[in-house]
């Protein structure tokens, strides 16, 4: 993997309150809670991923500080604060999911590299923790972008989406 990718994220979601047990992927089940690492998957073409805002993303924690979205059968969604250096947060997403959509996810954030920052959120890449029995946990790193939808993505207008 290039040296601008990082190897893995540290997130921290000892500020988030509440986590409830409706939730598809619960932090507190994850390995390390509420401190947990999850390393850079290096499957087939995400190795050579290298956004542009990454070079200040290796070794910084995540901060988790909301829940923003839960399917109780598919994805679990959270925003906090990457920390990029002593002064600067980086709002940013974290989104659970099977791996097989998170893959096909960061492929397509892979294809607007050269939009990253501008005109789509920054993709930080797709990366793999496990809860404590052991079983893989996928997540991908985006940059928190414009605000919440009030209704699933698949019920808006054609023209809207």
């Not at 893995?8 to 992927?25: T, V």
């Not at 600067?88 to 939009?115: G, N, T």
């Not at 809860?131 to 009030?150: A, F, N, P, Y």
Request: charged share 25%.
């Amino acid at each position: 993997m290039p040296d601008t990718i990082p190897r893995a994220i540290l997130c921290d979601f000892s500020k988030l309150e509440n986590i409830g047990s409706e939730l598809r992927y619960r932090p507190i089940s994850f390995e390390g809670y509420p401190t947990c690492t999850f390393e850079a998957n290096n499957r087939g073409h995400l190795a050579d991923i290298t956004p542009s805002q990454i070079s200040n993303f290796p070794n910084h924690p995540i901060y988790i500080t909301n829940l923003l979205h839960n399917d109780e059968n598919h994805s679990t969604i959270f925003e906090g604060n990457l920390m990029a250096n002593d002064r600067e947060e980086v709002p940013v997403i974290v989104k659970f999911a099977p791996e097989e959509d998170l893959v096909s996810e960061a492929a397509v954030y892979e294809e607007f590299l050269p939009l990253q920052g501008r005109l789509v959120p920054s993709f930080f890449g797709l990366y793999i923790g496990r809860d404590t029995e052991r079983v893989k946990i996928h997540c991908i790193v985006l940059q928190r972008w414009g605000s919440s939808l009030q209704q699933r993505f698949e019920s808006l207008k054609v023209s809207e989406q």
